[in-house]
């Protein structure tokens, strides 16, 4: 008997890099084909091979620039709240994806003329340069805009964490400022999860990931914010981005470079910065760690 795989969240999550990427090099050949025909039937006159030249330049740049515009996105989150302090940031930075795009077009169209023994000319720069903008301010925020949609979707699929709110009347039945446990929403369904089943939480943009059971809920809040909420008997700091639950801690795995690399019991490996490594070693009372050796923890 044939046994019939169905694909869920989580096969979706555990190939989530690849598909990402996938997507949006699907899309950009789609719109590269469309384009390039819709072009070509534009300008009959013209040699078949100039109206493509033109739309795959143009399409393998703004691919190649999408990376750019998701990092900067993250570094300065296009928020309701801030609005004021981060969307001139983000319009100095169209000026730049469109600078960007339109520079590498142009040099990958003289390349392309220049092969089949022709010319191009891009015309007067300002002007055409600002044609251009229009067309790359518009390129810039529907990328954030198509991210934005992306994650309020992903997080309604997976799940995001929230902090349990004080009551509105009478004293919380646990401490909010140290939390117990933590609200997660799913589907429209609402569950809790005790603070001591978060194996690790790792910081992601705007969000911190608590990672739980092999899933991660994303939690709207800061590293800093978050570092005050946790059990400090319990959670402790590896590096930058990351929180361990000692519990859940197997072993230290030393690096040449000073740094080090945890193992957690469910088999993941998580980085630990030399920064935190001495702090985490004294934590058990344990000898200096050599690289020549794996310390277990547990």
Known sequence: MISRHRFTLD??????????????AVSYVLSMLFNS???QIDHPALPAWQPWCWECSSSLLSLALVPVVIAVERRWPLRVSAWRQTLPLHLMASVLFSLAHVGGMVALRKLCYAYAGSHYDFGPWWRNFGYEYLKDVRSYFGIIATVWLYRLALLRLQGEARLLA???????????ERPERFLVRKLGKEFLVNACEIEWLQASGNYVNLHVRGRDYPLRATMATIENRLDRTRFVRVHRSYFVNLDYLAEIEPLDTGD???????????????????????????APITPARVAPVA
């Not at 004080?166 to 909010?176: F, K, L, Q, S, Y």
């Not at 945890?262 to 490594?277: E, M, W």
């Open 37 to 39: 025909v819709t072009a």
């Open 166 to 176: 004080a009551p509105d009347a009478g004293p919380p039945v646990e401490p909010i």
């Open 260 to 286: 080090a690399r945890l193992q957690l019991r469910d088999g993941a490996k998580i980085p630990c910065s030399r920064r935190y490594r001495a702090a985490l070693r004294d934590r058990f009372g344990e």
């Open 11 to 24: 096969d979706y999550l555990r190939w989530r890099r690849p598909f990402e990427i996938g997507l949006w």
